[in-house]
């Protein structure tokens, strides 16, 4: 059974620092494509952050430069550290697993986590 779950979530002031964590299970972790994506109130769900196998990473233009996404193979878990934070990163914040090749296509998400920017 796969199971990914998101922690670090809560409550932080504008300029403030959060570091959310997505423990893997059930997967081949070192083989996926992780990644986080946000939903805020009304949106469509967005993609935050990816890192590769091969820790390429790649990051929405909103947030280049204050998040750094990473992952440790050992612990089966990624992270996305988010500095500078604003009242627009508001958000809940999903894990993503993903795995393609021209036979096969596995996505998985976590349950999400709250992030809330306010003063």
């Known amino acids: 059974q796969v199971q990914l779950v998101e922690s670090g979530g809560g409550l932080v002031q504008p300029g403030g620092s959060l570091r959310l964590s997505c423990a893997a299970s059930?997967?081949?972790?070192?083989?996926?494509?992780m990644g986080w994506y946000r939903q805020a109130p009304g949106n469509e769900r967005e993609l935050v952050a990816s890192?590769?196998?091969?820790?390429?990473?790649n990051y929405a233009d909103s947030v280049k430069g204050r998040f750094t996404i990473s992952r440790d193979n050992a612990k089966n878990t990624v992270y996305v550290e988010m500095n500078s934070l604003k009242p627009e990163d508001t958000a809940i914040y999903y894990c993503?697993?993903?795995?393609?090749?021209?036979?096969?296509?596995?996505?998985?998400w976590g349950q999400g986590t709250q992030v809330t920017i306010s003063s």
């Open positions: 993503n697993a993903a795995f393609r090749r021209p036979s096969i296509s596995l996505n998985y």
């Open positions: 890192i590769t196998s091969g820790s390429i990473t």
């Open positions: 059930g997967i081949n972790f070192a083989v996926y494509v």
